[in-house]
């Protein structure tokens, strides 16, 4: 079960850079393709990006969720908060975008607990989960914030 005590819990910072080849193999993979060539221009081709009226090659909307895996990645965030890994289920992702994220942009994410609770009742088996709750701020090199990620996760 996970360790109520942590809420309020801030990971330390994490600073880094917005690859291109990144954000072409993130569009590929969450299209199911097997290549770059097979996905829009505009996640390889600055040319294609600047054409269809964005600054750079902007990242897919749902890149944020690879911050999870910045420095010690998923297995980090389950140590530091006593997850059981065979309980525990993502359960949802939520973003509330405020600015655009470009290749060369220098995103600092900074990740706390920010909820526990419990649902369900302990006495029926499988009607009762602990959730725990995420929020991530990604800052760029402006100090704008620019994507706030919250996500869901319950152990039952």
């Not at 990242?59 to 389950?78: A, E, H, N, Q, R």
Request: aromatic letters at 10%; glycine letters at 8%; one cysteine or more.
């Amino acid at each position: 079960m996970a360790d109520k005590s942590k809420i309020g819990m801030e990971f330390p910072p994490f600073t880094m850079v917005v690859e291109k080849t990144k954000i072409a193999e993130f569009a590929a993979a969450v299209a199911l393709k097997d290549s770059k060539e097979e996905i829009d221009l505009i996640y390889y081709d600055e040319d294609a990006a600047k054409k269809a009226g964005y600054e750079g090659i902007p990242v897919p909307l749902t890149f944020m969720t690879s911050c999870f895996f910045w420095t010690d990645g998923l297995m980090g965030i389950v140590k530091a908060l006593g997850f059981d890994l065979e309980k525990l289920l993502h359960s949802e992702e939520e973003y509330e975008y405020l600015g655009q994220i470009y290749a060369g942009d220098v995103i600092t994410r900074k990740m706390k607990v920010v909820d526990m609770y419990e649902r369900g009742q302990k006495d029926r088996p499988g009607r009762f989960a602990e959730v725990t709750v995420l929020e991530t701020e990604l800052i760029n090199q402006r100090g704008e914030l620019v994507t706030k990620v919250r996500s869901t996760m319950i152990e039952r």
